[in-house]
């Protein structure tokens, strides 16, 4: 009985993680013409986080049927693959204080608001799951981070939009960053209470 709970779980989980996968890829491709038509690199930077997303839903998607262990590895290249994504961002937000941008503040104001309906749905999914892994725990922080920085979105796009300066965008791209490094090292602390725990 119990195996065929588990079981049934484990496909639950794979189609909510399949809907939240289709979800991210969707928004990401949004975020990156949304941020190459308005010159945005807060809309960039969390197109460049879906995308990261993306990769790893679908790392969990293969992590559900294996072991903890592989579980545990599946979550470490989450956590890493975040923190390479903060570091691009801050990069690209240097080159675009360095060289300057013209953001468009309305076009920002619009995708957030579409992308925070969007994780919201995927909070709400994910928040469904019963006794979540340490990979689906993972995508639920990532979901969580990208709401949050919609609403940094938001309040960019209002600022550049009456202030006609390009700073708001620049640091939103960089709260962004800082949010994303921080939702890594939590993953990566997870995996490891997991892998203390499995030790003891």
């Given amino acids: 009985m119990s195996e065929q709970t588990l079981d049934l779980s484990n496909e639950k989980e794979r189609r909510t993680l399949w809907t939240v996968l289709g979800l991210n890829i969707t928004i990401a491709v949004g975020f990156f013409v949304t941020g190459a038509i308005g010159d ?84 709400w999914l994910l928040g469904r799951l019963k006794e979540p892994d340490v990979n689906i725990r993972a995508a639920n922080t990532f979901s969580v981070n990208d709401f949050a920085s919609n609403g940094g979105i938001l309040i960019a796009g209002g600022l550049v939009w009456w202030l006609g300066g390009n700073w708001p965008d620049l640091v939103v791209g960089v709260l962004v960053a800082a949010i994303a490094a921080w939702g890594g090292i939590s993953i990566l602390q997870d995996a490891h209470g997991e892998h203390h725990k499995a030790i003891h």
Wanted: proline share 1%.
């Fill in 40 to 123: 945005s690199n807060s809309l960039i930077a969390n197109g460049l986080d879906n995308t990261s997303d993306s990769m790893v839903y679908g790392i969990s998607l293969l992590a559900l049927s294996r072991s903890s262990k592989w579980k545990r590895g599946a979550a470490n290249v989450s956590g890493g693959l975040l923190l390479i994504f903060a570091v691009g961002i801050l990069i690209d937000a240097w080159r675009r204080y360095i060289g300057g941008s013209e953001p468009l503040g309305t076009l920002m104001i619009a995708m957030s608001l579409v992308a925070a309906v969007v994780n919201l749905a995927c909070i």
